[in-house]
């Protein structure tokens, strides 16, 4: 009877791993034919990763290639382009540092709104005029002016020390006008002759504190 028993669950457990190779081997077959859904791309964005503290890479970006058809290409964006959406952004963060949270709080609205966009289209005419080896030393400064400095942040060959821009605000006080905070830049084109204006904003009739406080 033992004898019997043993036999009969050989058998089964025969039958059973003979069916479930077969299954596998039928789900195979029957999912081989399907097609594979295509990876997801990116659209038409500028799309950086962060190398290190001081270094940005590009992935590659995608654009159709008319607007009556799905089909895109592949393009890589000009480092000159990466670099000035980076600074965009820097400028924007130097400056709320600079700021303090009592200045930030009344001109943040302002600033992006005018001043930012201006900022921008002058740093890319600056930055256009860079040649592909000047590109590898360019750096940025970190550390913005307190108390009554004007500094804001400089671009700066990391060479030869030289700035290529220096973007700064000035505390006015036209007369019977209150304070005003206005932004400028200067630049080498001009070997930081000229003083350009991107705006001024309108603090207030009492005395704005100190930057960074």
Do not use: C
């Amino acid at each position: 009877m033992l004898h019997w028993m043993k036999r009969s669950l050989l058998v089964t457990s025969a039958l059973l791993s003979i069916g479930l190779v077969t299954s596998g081997h039928d789900y195979r077959e029957a999912h081989a034919e399907e097609p594979r859904l295509p990876k997801a791309t990116y659209d038409d964005r500028v799309n950086i990763y962060k190398v290190n503290e001081n270094e940005y890479g590009l992935f590659h970006s995608v654009i159709p290639t008319s607007t009556a058809t799905d089909k895109y290409i592949h393009r890589d964006v000009s480092s000159a382009d990466v670099f000035n959406s980076y600074v965009k952004q820097f400028a924007y963060d130097m400056s709320m540092l600079k700021f303090g949270d009592v200045i930030s709080d009344k001109i943040k609205e302002p600033f992006e709104e005018v001043i930012v966009p201006q900022l921008s289209e002058v740093l890319e005419e600056t930055t256009n005029h860079l040649t592909a080896e000047q590109w590898k030393t360019v750096k940025l400064s970190t550390k913005p002016a307190d108390g009554l400095g004007e500094k804001i942040f400089h671009l700066y060959n990391e060479e030869s020390g030289e700035d290529i821009f220096r973007f700064h605000v000035r505390r006015d006080q036209p007369p019977k006008k209150g304070y005003w905070f206005n932004f400028h830049y200067h630049t080498y084109l001009d070997k930081y002759e000229g003083h350009h204006s991107l705006g001024s904003i309108y603090w207030g009739k009492n005395s704005p504190p100190k930057w960074m406080s």
